[in-house]
């Protein structure tokens, strides 16, 4: 017998369209890719994919417990910046700034973001690589 909670399983496949840029599709989405090595002003290179990969999970990550916790919430913004090393290549650093529009207490604004920090896919698959750091406050 198997108890074991059933795994989430996501899939992706990318493509080189020409010299410039390639495209991911996942279901029904597709998402330009920056493989340009002149870089492309047009879509997103993979640093900035990352960046905004760990800003989407904050964002369904708040969607995910706002209903739990009945926070009150207008809207959300989330402000990243990442910093590359060279050697090796690697992400060294990412601030994030995530801005709630809310009247809830200052305590409830850090609950909703222990929970973004302690439940997040992507926050929790970066953090322990990178120097990741940041704060929620309100609007």
Do not use: W
Not at 70 to 94: A, T
Not at 124 to 134: E, K, M, R, Y
């Amino acid at each position: 017998m198997n108890d074991s909670p059933t795994k989430m399983r996501f899939h992706v496949e990318s493509q080189r369209i020409d010299a410039h840029q390639s495209e991911s599709l996942c279901k029904s989405a597709r998402i330009s890719l920056d493989t340009d090595m002149a870089g492309n002003p047009d879509a997103f290179n993979p640093a900035e994919l990352l960046l905004a990969a760990l800003s989407a999970c904050m964002i369904k990550g708040i969607e995910r417990v706002v209903p739990i916790l009945k926070f009150e919430l207008r809207g959300v913004r989330v402000i990243v910046d990442g910093v590359r090393q060279d050697v090796p290549p690697k992400m060294e650093s990412i601030r994030y700034e995530v801005v709630v529009d809310t009247d809830e207490t200052d305590r409830r604004i850090d609950l909703l973001h222990d929970n973004v920090k302690k439940y997040g896919t992507v926050f929790n698959t970066v953090a322990p690589g990178t120097d990741l750091s940041g704060v929620m406050r309100r609007a």
